[in-house]
């Protein structure tokens, strides 16, 4: 959910840019479609691994309950590789196909290896540290292969930051969970998930690494009604 609306921005503006003369330009408009991505992402991470049990309760039956625990290692996979996707654009752009799918099937490879690891020996659990590993090869792979042809910078000082916020919110609402353990799921899930968020951009104004034009920015994104990008280089 967090990718899509961002993907789906960037890409139209990416392919103008490239076959447009804009080259030059395309590296800071990846960092900058990376950086929205994280700031997105992160949240949600924080609230699957804070609520993870009353998700699990809402939507699982009982019996699978346990398995809540293996949520945050299956939603931080999913962020790594999502933001992977951002850093192949060089290599998109460049048609090289076969280092893409290279990329791909090393990923492949390293997660039937952990499996074959893994889960003998600590079951659904080393599944999912499994699929958060070999998630994670990709964004250093296509880090590694596209340096040369058309880098990947990634926004560290952004993604430091939204790591901050979103530590600070886990811990928040993890809390709060606890204070509500007597409320419905549904509107203790509610509460947690807003008060989540609100701490977690407080932080990001705090800190000044959200404005109130990019929260707008951003809404827009999520509701499909933008096409453009913002053609900011966030890359320290």
Not at 88 to 103: F, I, M, Q, S, T
Not at 175 to 185: C, D, E, I, K, Q
């Amino acid at each position: 959910m967090a990718r899509r609306p961002v993907l789906n921005a960037s890409y139209p503006v990416l392919t103008r840019e490239w076959e447009g003369g804009g080259r030059p330009g395309v590296p800071g408009l990846i960092s900058s479609y990376t950086r929205y991505f994280i700031l997105g992402a992160i949240p949600l991470v924080a609230f699957i691994a804070a609520a993870s049990h009353d998700i699990a309760a809402l939507i699982l039956g009982e019996a699978f309950w346990p398995g809540h625990v293996v949520m945050p290692w299956i939603a931080g996979g999913a962020v790594l590789l999502h933001a992977g996707f951002f850093g192949d654009r060089g290599l998109y752009l460049r048609e090289k196909v076969y280092r893409l799918l290279g990329a791909i099937s090393v990923c492949a490879v390293a997660n039937v290896g952990l499996n074959v690891v893994l889960v003998p020996r600590m079951g659904y659990r080393g599944a999912a540290i499994a699929t958060l590993l070999s998630s994670g090869l990709y964004p250093a792979i296509v880090a590694y292969s596209s340096r040369r042809e058309l880098p990947w910078h990634v926004p560290w000082r952004s993604v430091s930051r939204a790591a901050f916020a979103g530590a600070l919110a886990w811990g928040v609402m993890n809390g709060l969970g606890g204070v509500t353990s007597h409320w419905n799921v549904l509107w203790r899930l509610a509460l947690t998930g807003c008060v989540g968020l609100v701490a977690y951009a407080a932080v990001l104004f705090a800190t000044k690494e959200l404005t109130l034009r990019e929260m707008r920015l951003l809404y827009r994104y999520g509701r499909g009604q933008r096409a453009g990008g913002p053609g900011e280089k966030h890359y320290e």
